[in-house]
């Protein structure tokens, strides 16, 4: 009896304006290959930058996989993870009959990327006196129009301070949702912080992640009194390769259990209640573009395997 050939790894990323934030999704992809010969594996982006998913799964075709286990590289479930990745997906079917897929979960909040932003925060404090009991962390997020989404980096932030001793972990976000980081540096001060590290929610560096640390640095020049120091964002660390492969694990053994519970495309959530059942529909995202816009996530109907 021949054992089945394992599923091909997808890896689908969010996408970025940014050169260096791109080229480390590549690099990140090409290194799970190097640490998995036996895996056909390759990955994409939704927008703004090459190579895009379709082109991913072609070149996994012509390697002659034909099933897949894609899992979104991305911290929160929001509206690229519920519907933009299913809905490209399902476009690739269409383009290469017979192949199949299973769906994998997004990465956070895990005990392992904790454990980085743990590390990221050590960094950022090295050589400063005083204990973890003095610092406020101020944990970013993306922000997402989804509360579901919003909801899982205020869940971050909560288990990233249980048992580690600081002072108190708060929650902002840099896009589309409250507070933002000059509010949430102001919250932090509120509550009688001192000193503070703006920690950022993010895989990669980028247009959204640079822009957190600019609106520190002049949140801090204009509060002279308080220390406020910038972690970094979390990279390509060992832990990250080791939990994609966790999550490509769960899909392809389809064990994936996705969070519906709160989810505003199959719940009705407060002042959310038109977009239950709303049919899936792929559309551009452009807030990682270095300018503000007001777009929403409306027209996911997203397919979970439970």
């Given at each position: 009896?021949?054992?089945?050939?394992?599923?091909?790894?997808?890896?689908?990323?969010?996408?970025t304006?940014?050169?260096?934030?791109?080229?480390?999704?590549?690099?990140?992809?090409?290194?799970?290959?190097?640490?998995?010969?036996?895996?056909?594996?390759?990955g994409?982006?939704?927008e703004?930058?090459?190579?895009?998913?379709?082109?991913?799964?072609?070149?996994?075709?012509?390697?002659?996989?034909?099933?897949?286990?894609?899992?979104?590289?991305?911290?929160?479930s929001a509206?690229?993870?519920?519907?933009?990745?299913?809905?490209?997906l399902?476009?690739?079917?269409?383009?290469?009959?017979?192949?199949?897929?299973?769906?994998?979960?997004?990465?956070?909040?895990?005990?392992?990327?904790?454990?980085?932003?743990?590390?990221?925060?050590?960094?950022?404090?090295?050589?400063?006196?005083?204990?973890?009991?003095?610092v406020?962390?101020?944990?970013?997020?993306?922000?997402?129009?989804?509360?579901?989404a919003?909801a899982?980096?205020?869940?971050?932030?909560?288990?990233?301070?249980?048992?580690?001793?600081?002072?108190?972990?708060?929650?902002?976000?840099?896009?589309?949702?409250?507070?933002?980081?000059?509010?949430?540096?102001d919250?932090?001060?509120?509550?009688?912080?001192?000193?503070?590290?703006?920690?950022?929610?993010?895989?990669?560096?980028?247009?959204?992640?640079d822009?957190?640390?600019?609106?520190?640095?002049?949140?801090a020049?204009?509060?002279?009194?308080?220390?406020?120091?910038?972690?970094?964002?979390?990279?390509?660390?060992?832990?990250?390769?080791?939990?994609?492969?966790?999550?490509?694990?769960?899909?392809?053994?389809?064990?994936?259990?996705?969070?519906?519970?709160?989810?505003?495309?199959?719940?009705?959530?407060?002042?959310?209640?038109?977009?239950?059942?709303?049919?899936?529909?792929?559309?551009?995202?452009?807030?990682?573009?270095?300018?503000?816009?007001?777009?929403?996530?409306?027209?996911?109907?997203?397919?979970?395997?439970?």
């Amino acid at each position: 009896m021949t054992t089945p050939t394992p599923p091909a790894l997808l890896i689908a990323g969010h996408g970025t304006r940014d050169d260096a934030g791109a080229e480390a999704f590549r690099d990140f992809v090409r290194e799970l290959g190097r640490r998995h010969p036996e895996l056909p594996v390759a990955g994409g982006f939704i927008e703004l930058s090459p190579p895009p998913l379709g082109d991913a799964v072609t070149e996994l075709v012509e390697r002659g996989a034909r099933r897949f286990a894609a899992v979104p590289l991305m911290l929160v479930s929001a509206g690229h993870a519920k519907g933009d990745i299913p809905a490209a997906l399902a476009r690739e079917k269409e383009r290469h009959p017979g192949i199949s897929y299973t769906y994998g979960r997004p990465l956070g909040p895990h005990p392992a990327l904790l454990r980085v932003l743990e590390r990221r925060l050590d960094e950022a404090l090295r050589g400063t006196d005083g204990d973890r009991s003095e610092v406020t962390v101020l944990l970013v997020g993306r922000g997402s129009t989804d509360p579901d989404a919003n909801a899982e980096v205020f869940k971050a932030s909560r288990l990233l301070w249980e048992g580690r001793g600081y002072a108190g972990v708060e929650t902002a976000f840099v896009s589309l949702a409250a507070p933002d980081v000059p509010s949430g540096l102001d919250r932090c001060v509120r509550l009688g912080a001192r000193r503070i590290v703006v920690l950022p929610y993010f895989l990669f560096t980028g247009i959204l992640p640079d822009r957190v640390r600019r609106q520190t640095e002049d949140w801090a020049a204009a509060h002279p009194d308080v220390e406020v120091r910038s972690a970094d964002v979390i990279g390509p660390e060992p832990e990250l390769l080791d939990l994609v492969m966790e999550r490509y694990e769960e899909a392809a053994g389809g064990m994936v259990r996705m969070n519906c519970d709160s989810c505003v495309y199959r719940i009705a959530l407060p002042g959310f209640e038109d977009k239950v059942g709303l049919p899936q529909q792929p559309h551009f995202h452009p807030d990682d573009d270095g300018h503000h816009h007001g777009h929403h996530h409306g027209g996911h109907a997203h397919e979970h395997a439970h």
